[in-house]
Structures are given as structure tokens and as C-alpha cells.
């Protein structure tokens, strides 16, 4: 678990360390390191529709839990739509899921 701990939390200082806001412009020398920590934010994603869709394979698939996933994917699309990001429709998403499946 501390391993989760500092390599998330080193995911999230490590763009701060290396682009400098005054510049506009990452260093070139950090160019590659910041495009990998620029595909977490999508990857985050994926791994959550992963998580949500792993327990229905190779079974039926319940209709609370259809509709689960569907909302949730909703949710995210359309938090994304309308204010962009990764982290709040990602958030978002996961909210609605857990919601529905708990009131389902």
C-alpha cells in the first residue's frame, strides 16, 4: 500500500517539478516523461470501466448493474463534454456507478 502511496503521489508531483508555468512550455529535456504522465488521465479511465465491467464477464449481466455501467459512462461523456478534464468526469462517473449499484 505505500508503494501505491509514493508512486501516486510521485504521478502527481513530478509534472509540477518538471514544467515550469512561467515558461508556457515544458522543458524539452522532460518532453517524453511528461507525455507518459500526460496518458494517466485517460488510463485512469479505462481502468475504471475495466473495474466496473470485470465482475459481468462470462455471466448475465443484471439490469441494475446494465444500468450501472451504463450510467456511469454517461455521466462521464457528459462531464467531459461540458467541463472537460479527465479527473472530475472520472469522478463523476465513479459517483453515479457506486450510486446506482447501491440503490439497485
Known amino acids: 500500500m505505500l508503494a501505491c502511496g509514493a508512486v501516486t503521489f510521485l504521478l502527481r508531483v513530478l509534472p509540477i517539478r518538471f514544467w515550469k508555468p512561467g515558461a ?14 500526460q496518458a494517466i488521465g485517460p488510463a485512469a479511465i479505462t481502468a475504471l470501466l475495466v473495474v466496473s465491467l470485470w465482475p459481468a ?8 448493474t446494465l444500468l450501472a455501467i451504463v450510467l456511469g459512462l454517461a455521466v462521464v461523456a457528459g462531464a467531459k ?7 472530475f468526469p472520472a469522478l463523476f462517473g465513479a459517483i453515479a456507478y457506486g450510486l446506482c449499484l447501491q440503490w439497485g
Do not use: D, E, F
Not at 57 to 64: C, L, N
Not at 81 to 87: C, E
Open 24 to 37: 508556457g512550455r515544458a522543458n524539452s529535456r522532460y518532453k517524453p516523461l511528461l507525455g507518459i504522465l
Open 57 to 64: 464477464r462470462g455471466t448475465p449481466v443484471q439490469a441494475h
Open 81 to 87: 463534454k461540458m467541463i472537460g478534464g479527465i479527473a
